[in-house]
Structures are given as structure tokens and as C-alpha cells.
């Protein structure tokens, strides 16, 4: 009995020891730590573009345009030919009067007092209106008088009536007509103006025909209650020089 207890105990203590062994053994063995990767996927997506075409449609407007017609802008032409001057229609009759003289006288066509007077070397040229001198002569006549050495480089008239006169209005044309028509009242002896020919009263005439004068200018105002005008115009260059010629005379023929 006790014989089989002993073995009994031996064969326990063999497994126990054995057991004890086999810990250490597995205590003693290193310990190895697997780490497993996480596996990524990527997974592919298929990224369809769908390309979308639109269509822009530029849409034309017809834009009409309404363009109102205005009248062109007239400027109605002054009938002045200076500023508050003389109407251009009085102007031209006044230049008239002296260029037709000019070219008769020129053209050998012109008869004083049944004698024709020789032609001129050159043509006498016309003269043309002077506004600066149109004021003078406009400011000389406004005095109402004839002042002394008024009539030097410059014409004068004075028109003495009983009515009453409402404008100067063709005053200055009437007065060009009797001073041009001085030649065939009194004559033209010479056409040196001489003291004689300045005596027969044709200084008027003589000044309108002085060859050298090229611009003329005048003006009227009525006076004495509207009842007298008194004309002037006023000349460059000056005439009526002492012992020179009016024009440069050709001499006469045979």
C-alpha cells in the first residue's frame, strides 16, 4: 500500500516538475508581435465628365435708332454791312456812284461839260467801303454842323427841306450824284488840281476820282427837327492835293 502511494506521489511530482519546465521554457522563449498591415483599397472610381455643350445664342436686336431731323441752324445774314451801320443795299448804291465815275474817267469815257477827258495811263481802281471810316463820317454828321476843315479828306452835303424826313435812307446816294455830277456843272480844265480847278467848285468830284484813294466810308444824320440832313464821307487816301494830278492822264493824242 504504501509502496503504490509512493509511486503515485512520484508520478505527481514528475508531472509537476514536468508542467514547471514547460512554463519556464515558454517564459524563456521571445515573445514575437505580428503587426498586421492594414491593407488599403483604393478603389477606383471611374470619373465619367460628361462635357455639357451649351449653346450661347446671341439674339440681335434690330436698335432702331430714331434720329429726329433738325433743321439746320440758319444765320440770317446781317443786312449791315458794318455793325450798326448802313444797310448793304445803300452801301452798294454809294459805291456804285463813285466806281462808275472812276471808270469812265479811266477809260477815257467820261465828258466834262462837253470836253472828254484823256483815258488813264493805268486803270483807276474801285474803291471799297471802310467801316472804321463809315464811323467817322457817321460821328461827324451826328454834330449837325460843318465845322471847319470838315471837308478835308472828306465830302459833305447838306440837305435844308421844309418837311419832315423819317430816315437818311438814300441821303448819301443823292449826295454822291451832285458832287459826280460837279464836272459836268462847272467843267474839268485840267486834270492837275490846280487853285483855278479847286475855285470852280468841283472839289467834291475830284475827291470821288482821286486815283490814289481806295476806301471810302459814310454816314448821314437828320437835323434841325428832322427837317435837314447833313451827309459826310470820309476818304483814304486824302485827295484834293494841291498841284498834283487827280489820275495819270495820257496825253492827248495828235
Known amino acids: 500500500m504504501l509502496r503504490h502511494f509512493i509511486v503515485v506521489f512520484a508520478l505527481v511530482a514528475a508531472a509537476a516538475a514536468a508542467e514547471a519546465i514547460g512554463e519556464a521554457a515558454a517564459a524563456a522563449k521571445p515573445t514575437t508581435t505580428t503587426t498586421t498591415k492594414p491593407t488599403t483599397t483604393t ?23 430714331s434720329v429726329r431731323r433738325v433743321p439746320p441752324t440758319t444765320t440770317k445774314p446781317s443786312p449791315n454791312m458794318c455793325s450798326n451801320g448802313l444797310l448793304k443795299t445803300e452801301i452798294a448804291s454809294i459805291l456804285a456812284l463813285h466806281n462808275k465815275l472812276r471808270t469812265d474817267i479811266s477809260e477815257g469815257k467820261f465828258v466834262a461839260k462837253g470836253k472828254k477827258m484823256p483815258a488813264s495811263k493805268k486803270k483807276i481802281a474801285n474803291l471799297s467801303w471802310d467801316c472804321q471810316l463809315e464811323k467817322a463820317a457817321a460821328a461827324a454828321a451826328a454834330g449837325c454842323k460843318i465845322a471847319p476843315n470838315m471837308s478835308k479828306g472828306a465830302n459833305v452835303y447838306f440837305h435844308n427841306g421844309t418837311s419832315v424826313l423819317t430816315t437818311t435812307s438814300g441821303q448819301i446816294a443823292t449826295a454822291a450824284g451832285i458832287w459826280a455830277g460837279e464836272f459836268t456843272k462847272y467843267g474839268w480844265p485840267t486834270v492837275n488840281y490846280t487853285s483855278a480847278v479847286a475855285k470852280l467848285g468841283v472839289s467834291d468830284a475830284t475827291q470821288m476820282a482821286w486815283a490814289k484813294t481806295r476806301k471810302v466810308g459814310c454816314g448821314a444824320a437828320l437835323c434841325n427837327s428832322k427837317k435837314s440832313a447833313l451827309v459826310v464821307c470820309k476818304y483814304k487816301v486824302w485827295g484834293n492835293k494841291l498841284n498834283m494830278n487827280v489820275y495819270p492822264a495820257k496825253p492827248a493824242s495828235g
Open 43 to 65: 478603389k477606383k472610381v471611374a470619373t465619367t465628365t460628361t462635357a455639357r455643350r451649351v449653346t450661347t445664342t446671341t439674339k440681335k436686336f434690330a436698335t432702331t435708332t
